[in-house]
């Protein structure tokens, strides 16, 4: 079975700032995605930046961007930039590839990310 | 706009009572789930549908149910044998296959409390 690990449960950082939210997994498979989702308070909870496993390039969207090391199963989102916007949970989550029904999404704990004015 | 409607945003309910979560869809999704959130343990999955009619148990789904007789709608029944009912539960759906493989849409949640 998969595991995924969010060591942080809160953390902060002051806007304009620069923030790394870490993630680690623990999975057999070869092929797989990873996620980051932020769910804002009262808020829904939205698809941040995806991963492929395959793929050796890192994932970067706008401010966001990650450190997919696949040989030491770890997977941390860098907020570049920081707003006041980017206060959330941030879940990492982890699919197997050929499941892409989605039944088989793993979820870490989340962390509580706030961003300070 | 497309999106995931979850009803009611918040819910209470006495012991021993079985309530009924709405999930509806208009973004014409083949999958859709129910997760279950608590304080320090992510998301997990109570129930998944891939098609109509026919629904799948995730990892907690002792002690409630489900249906699924149209695409659009999947209501979540929390009944009197969930021990413990209280916790934000979130609907959310995919779409097979293609760029956006992986990414779930979700609501915004019902937050049921026992009293």
């Known amino acids: 079975a998969q595991t995924v690990t969010q060591s942080q449960p809160e953390m902060s950082v002051q806007e304009a700032e620069t923030v790394t939210l870490s993630c680690t997994y623990d999975t057999s498979e070869n092929n797989y995605y990873l996620f980051w989702y932020k769910q804002p308070p009262s808020r829904q909870m939205i698809l941040v930046i995806r991963?492929?496993?395959?793929?050796?390039q890192n994932a970067t969207e706008n401010r966001f961007s990650v450190n997919f090391q696949k040989a030491a199963k770890s997977f941390s989102l860098k907020i570049s930039d920081s707003q006041l916007g980017d206060t959330a949970m941030y879940f990492c989550a982890f699919m197997k590839h050929e499941e892409s029904y989605g039944q088989n999404f793993v979820f870490g704990p989340g962390t509580r990310l706030s961003v300070l004015p | 706009d497309g999106g995931i409607t979850q009803s009611p945003k918040y819910l209470f309910r006495k012991e021993g009572q079985n309530v009924t979560l709405s999930c509806e869809q208009n973004?014409?999704?083949?999958?859709m789930y129910w997760y279950r959130q608590d304080p320090g343990q992510g998301l997990r999955l109570i129930y998944y549908?891939?098609?109509?009619?026919?629904?799948q148990k995730g990892d907690i789904a002792e002690g409630y149910s489900v249906s699924r007789e149209k695409k659009e709608s999947f209501p979540l029944t929390v009944t009197s044998a969930q021990k413990n009912p209280t916790a934000f539960y979130l609907c959310?759906?995919?779409?097979?296959?293609?760029?956006?493989?992986?990414?779930?849409?979700f609501g915004e949640g019902s937050r049921l409390t026992v009293l």
């Open positions: 973004l014409n999704h083949d999958a």
């Open positions: 959310a759906s995919h779409l097979y296959g293609g760029r956006r493989t992986g990414e779930l849409f």
């Open positions: 991963q492929e496993a395959y793929k050796q």
């Open positions: 549908s891939q098609i109509v009619n026919d629904f």
